[in-house]
């Protein structure tokens, strides 16, 4: 009775009182924070989320920002991804507007051919320069 | 005043550490003296740092404007925890906090190192005066902590709120002690290559350095990790950030420091890659403290700092760690190495070690600064982030833990026996969870299964150089390496659990509706207001269950006045098998609420897995000191 | 130890203070340049954002004589700053399109109304697609699209009274 209009009061004191940072008026996109039915489509377009660079953030996926923008370019994922893209479709639409930049996982070009070569290379490397250091048994 | 007297101590302890670095060169003639000397200068020169930093936690608890620092970082309102805790929450005071510690430790060994013969351990207090003496003309010059502001303003910017949080009070100074407790292997490096004395005597003083701060090391991390977890409200422990990287690679560089530095003081073997891994690990401290403070990474972790600052730390880096590092390209060639061992012997086990944990740590240093390193080359932005680190790191790390499962039951330089029987507890348990997660869990990644497989199988092989022992004569440091490495086999099971079995719920939902997330349904009754010292909030209320009993769940959603910020507290109940872990959103425009749920069975597996490493390391360092206590005992009543 | 693993970590150390030093004295760009400048702008459709206004197409953009793009929203604040140069741009001849993101007619009416109107079409843009679609990453930016649809130039941010002699030389140059 008394009480609820009091918390009612106070809910729309905290509402009002909360600062507006820079954001639209309009609620997110529905696929912003929706999942889709199909558990197999959302799982693919989670994992590409976790791998799309927030435009507006300093260093967060799309997955894990609360940026509009995050959430619209989540809501673009799941929709393409609903209509039957796949997800490196979706993410070379977004490579080709922004570049390398947005993808975490990096190309698999020359220009990035250290990165991936590195580990094995690194081992190999490290392996040879070890053998001096061992003496093989023989017989 | 008591900012004026903290300044002044720092110039006095400056000045100590240059007259420091001045006295360790004469050291070499008339030994006793000299060495009392340059006990005292490093005693005071601790004390001094000490007093600075007691005066900055002063002015914060105090809450005194009129110190730049505070009005930049604090408030009167906020709790005297964080006004404690954010004295160091800022650039000037943790680099504070860095020297002290710098300066401290450069104390203790002064004070108590008993093992090495005067020269060397000379050259290692001058090593350790000349890192000081940098790092304090860098703070003095380039990021006083003391400075005044006037006219001091009625009350301060207050602290960023996703800092204000217990975590802060712990992760940043155990972090701290960590980075710079390797100064001292640092320097008893650059020491011992000055005198041409590494041997078993330079291991053995450094061992109980590189055991406390890779303890430091690995607590500090696991805190961290657990902070981001529940603070930033995503679910996710670990995002490969640059700032997470630059704590990881220090860690890696330690572990593989901590494993060679045993062979070197018991075996006299790896006596080069020892040398390197010191330098090379308070590189990666000093290294990482640039980056993070420098301004040219973008994260959410970083330190907000100009360039100016970052030049100077990357000259005091260049001058420290280019020395000591020409130092070691020439003076490495007169050390002797001792005999060559077997590739299978517990020595090839460490090597191999030493070898992919080297790895990992260029595969992280590589990845870190591969986005600068192209965009210098060729001028293209490009990103690296968790699917390289993953893709790459991760199975890497795999391979090591499986090595972990072989190499300790293997014996020291050469081992002859059959080797399968040993091997057999920890293979048969990887290949039964291997087949066990075909059949009941057919749906998950390769990682994640060959993650529990290797995870499982390492459980055991872990504590088998304990089996077949005499359990309490066993050495404390054999426990310690046991239950460390059970405590890899631990987080590994955590990290592959998580990846292979979390399960997300979004929903947006009016009070009254329920919601189904894993094993549990989750009821959402209410949001109310709610407000706390500094700030107010949006509190929900969830009622879950699943099966028998309750849990009710409160995330909020908070917001903070000074500076304006609104976070995300998520709610999270711990089972024997799992979090349920509950985040408040947004309404939208028709009276529905945005939840975000995950259910992650095994998730805590992580930290405990991190807390027993840190176990582990801790009992090896008190079994080493207990044991070498008893010696010098014993070898003094000899004398007797 | 062979020569080779001895300079290494030196070798190392070089290369990290040399492409760090670049950055110190080559500070990051913070923001995030569309890649489609030089490429035909991308297909859309957009509903109008007040009543009585057309919306806009991608297809109205490709009818022989350039126009500009000016991607806003009246919820953002520098915005407000640049729309006294949005008109003095449209004095000097620039016919200026907009796409309003995540914004209602009303809002947008109030903004008009308030800072003035320089724009020709308003097209709604409610989840931010049509920004996404050009390669912008935020409010305020505008783009000059030439007669045959390519897109020449992209200003990020607001426009500054500096920022007009460049514009006004890429609208020529449109031409």
């Known amino acids: 009775m008394g009480s609820g209009k009091m918390r009612h009061a106070l809910l729309a004191l905290v509402l009002v009182s909360a600062p507006v940072l820079a954001d639209s008026e309009l609620p997110a996109a529905r696929w912003a924070n929706e999942q889709l039915p199909d558990p197999r489509q959302e799982a693919e377009a989670k994992a590409l989320m976790e791998?799309?660079?927030?435009?507006?953030?300093?260093?967060?996926?799309?997955?894990?920002?609360?940026?509009?923008?995050?959430?619209?370019?989540?809501?673009?994922?799941?929709?393409?991804?609903?209509?039957?893209?796949?997800?490196?479709?979706?993410?070379?639409?977004?490579?080709?507007?922004?570049?390398?930049?947005?993808s975490y996982r990096p190309p698999v070009e020359p220009a990035t051919w250290p990165l991936w070569a590195a580990p094995i290379l690194l081992l190999l490397v490290g392996a040879w320069l070890l053998r001096k250091r061992l003496v093989r048994r023989h017989g | 005043m008591i900012a004026e007297a903290g300044l002044a101590a720092l110039w006095l302890a400056a000045a100590l550490s240059a007259l420091q670095l001045a006295l360790s060169f004469g050291l070499g003639g008339e030994q006793g003296r000299e060495m009392r000397a340059v006990r005292a200068v490093a005693l005071a020169q601790g004390l001094l740092t000490l007093f600075a930093f007691g005066a900055l936690i002063a002015v914060f608890l105090n809450s005194d404007m009129s110190v730049l620092l505070v009005a930049e970082?604090?408030?009167?309102?906020?709790?005297?925890?964080?006004?404690?805790?954010?004295?160091?929450?800022?650039?000037?005071?943790?680099?504070?906090?860095?020297?002290?510690?710098?300066?401290?430790?450069g104390a203790v060994v002064a004070l108590f190192e008993r093992r090495l013969d005067e020269r060397t351990l000379g050259a290692t207090l001058g090593a350790q005066a000349a890192l000081a003496l940098g790092f304090f003309a860098f703070l003095l010059f380039a990021s006083n902590p003391f400075e005044r502001l006037n006219p001091a303003p009625l009350d301060g910017r207050g602290l960023n709120p996703l800092l204000q949080d217990p975590g802060l009070a712990f992760h940043p100074p155990t972090l701290y002690l960590?980075?710079?407790?390797?100064?001292?292997?640092f320097s008893l490096a650059v020491g011992g290559l000055i005198q041409g004395n590494v041997g078993p005597a330079l291991a053995r003083a450094?061992?109980?350095?590189?055991?406390?701060?890779?303890?430091?090391?690995?607590?500090?991390?696991?805190?961290?990790?657990?902070?981001?977890?529940?603070e930033l409200g995503w679910g996710g422990w670990w995002f490969w950030d640059p700032v997470e990287n630059a704590s990881l690679m220090p860690w890696l560089a330690a572990t593989a420091l901590l494993h060679s530095v045993n062979v070197l003081a018991a075996r006299g073997g790896l006596r080069a890659w020892t040398m390197m891994l010191a330098l090379v690990a308070f590189s990666m401290s000093m290294a990482g403290t640039f980056l993070v403070r420098s301004g040219i990474l973008t994260s959410v972790h970083a330190f907000a700092v100009d360039p100016t600052r970052g030049t100077f730390i990357l000259a005091l880096l260049a001058l420290y760690i280019g020395g000591a590092l020409t130092l070691f390209a020439f003076r490495i060639a007169d050390v002797k190495e001792g005999a060559p061992f077997e590739l299978v012997s517990r020595e090839g086990g460490l090597v191999a070690n030493n070898l992919l944990l080297s790895v990992i740590?260029?595969?992280?240093?590589?990845?870190?600064?591969?986005?600068?390193?192209?965009?210098?080359?060729?001028?293209?932005?490009?990103?690296?982030?968790?699917?390289?680190?993953?893709?790459?790191?991760?199975?890497?790390?795999?391979?090591?833990?499986?090595?972990?499962?072989?190499?300790?039951?293997?014996?020291?330089?050469?081992?002859?026996?059959?080797?399968?029987?040993?091997?057999?507890?920890?293979v048969l348990v990887a290949l039964a969870v291997l087949v066990g997660t075909f059949i009941l869990t057919p749906g998950i990644g390769l990682l994640p299964r060959l993650g529990l497989a290797i995870g499982g199988g390492l459980l055991p092989a872990s504590l088998q150089p304990l089996i077949g022992r005499s359990l309490r004569r066993t050495p404390l440091a054999t426990w310690g390496m046991a239950i460390a490495h059970f405590g890899v086999a631990t987080a590994i099971l955590g990290m592959a659990s998580d990846s292979a079995f979390t399960r997300e719920q979004l929903a947006a939902a009016r009070p009254g509706e329920t919601v189904e997330v894993g094993p549990?349904?989750?009821?959402?009754?209410s949001v109310s207001p709610v407000a706390g010292p500094n700030w107010t909030a949006l509190e929900g209320e969830l009622r879950a269950s699943k099966g028998s009993g309750v849990t009710v769940l409160k995330p909020q959603s908070r917001f903070f006045p000074s500076p304006p910020t609104t976070t995300n507290e998520a709610a999270i109940d711990t089972s024997w098998n799992g979090q349920l872990y509950a985040v408040l959103g947004e309404q939208d425009g028709q009276g529905r609420w945005q939840l975000r749920l995950w259910w992650k069975p095994f998730v805590t597996l992580i930290w405990l897995g991190g807390i027993l490493i840190g176990l582990g390391g801790a009992l090896a360092l008190v079994g080493r000191m207990a044991r070498e206590r008893r010696q010098r005992i014993r070898g003094e009543e000899a004398f007797a | 130890?062979?020569?080779?693993?001895?300079?290494?970590?030196?070798?190392?150390?070089?290369?990290?203070?040399?492409?760090?030093?670049?950055?110190?004295?080559?500070?990051?760009?913070?923001?995030?340049?569309?890649?489609?400048?030089?490429?035909?702008?991308?297909?859309?459709?957009?509903?109008?954002?007040?009543?009585?206004?057309?919306?806009?197409?991608?297809?109205?953009?490709?009818?022989?004589k350039p126009?500009?793009?000016?991607?806003?929203?009246?919820?953002?604040?520098?915005?407000?700053?640049?729309?006294?140069?949005?008109?003095?741009?449209?004095?000097?001849?620039?016919?200026?399109?907009?796409?309003?993101?995540?914004?209602?007619?009303?809002?947008?009416?109030?903004?008009?109304?308030?800072?003035?109107?320089?724009?020709?079409?308003?097209?709604?843009?409610?989840?931010?697609?049509?920004?996404?679609?050009?390669?912008?990453?935020?409010?305020?930016?505008?783009?000059?699209?030439?007669?045959?649809?390519?897109?020449?130039?992209?200003?990020?941010?607001?426009?500054?009274?500096?920022?007009?002699?460049?514009?006004?030389?890429?609208?020529?140059?449109?031409?």
């Open chain 2, 520 to 525: 549990w349904l989750v009821e959402f009754r």
């Open chain 2, 206 to 230: 450094m061992r109980p350095w590189v055991l406390a701060a890779w303890i430091l090391l690995t607590l500090g991390i696991t805190a961290g990790s657990y902070w981001a977890y529940y």
């Open chain 2, 361 to 426: 740590l260029g595969i992280v240093f590589l990845g870190t600064l591969y986005p600068l390193i192209a965009e210098a080359l060729s001028g293209e932005k490009l990103s690296v982030g968790p699917p390289y680190f993953d893709s790459v790191a991760g199975p890497m790390a795999l391979v090591l833990a499986s090595l972990m499962m072989i190499a300790p039951q293997l014996r020291w330089r050469r081992d002859a026996a059959p080797i399968l029987p040993r091997l057999a507890p920890g």
């Open chain 1, 51 to 102: 791998e799309l660079r927030c435009l507006v953030c300093q260093g967060q996926s799309i997955a894990d920002s609360d940026a509009e923008l995050a959430g619209d370019m989540r809501a673009l994922v799941r929709q393409r991804i609903a209509a039957g893209e796949k997800p490196e479709q979706v993410r070379a639409w977004l490579v080709e507007r922004y570049g390398n930049w947005v």
């Open chain 3, 1 to 64: 130890m062979s020569p080779w693993l001895r300079f290494l970590p030196l070798l190392v150390l070089v290369a990290f203070v040399g492409a760090v030093a670049w950055r110190l004295g080559k500070p990051a760009e913070e923001q995030i340049p569309s890649q489609l400048v030089g490429r035909q702008v991308p297909a859309f459709t957009l509903a109008p954002a007040l009543p009585g206004r057309p919306g806009l197409a991608s297809t109205w953009l490709a009818g022989g």
């Open chain 2, 73 to 105: 970082n604090s408030h009167s309102q906020k709790p005297w925890i964080y006004k404690f805790a954010g004295a160091w929450g800022n650039h000037e005071g943790s680099m504070l906090l860095w020297v002290a510690v710098l300066a401290l430790a």
């Open chain 3, 67 to 175: 126009r500009m793009i000016n991607v806003f929203a009246s919820w953002c604040v520098p915005c407000i700053a640049e729309a006294p140069l949005l008109m003095e741009l449209k004095r000097r001849g620039v016919v200026i399109d907009a796409v309003a993101v995540r914004d209602r007619p009303e809002d947008v009416a109030e903004f008009l109304a308030n800072h003035g109107d320089p724009f020709e079409r308003i097209g709604s843009d409610p989840e931010s697609r049509v920004q996404l679609a050009l390669g912008s990453s935020g409010v305020p930016e505008s783009f000059i699209v030439d007669g045959q649809g390519v897109i020449r130039y992209q200003h990020m941010g607001p426009i500054e009274p500096n920022d007009l002699p460049r514009i006004l030389r890429e609208w020529e140059a449109a031409r």
């Open chain 2, 178 to 185: 960590g980075y710079v407790g390797l100064s001292v292997a």
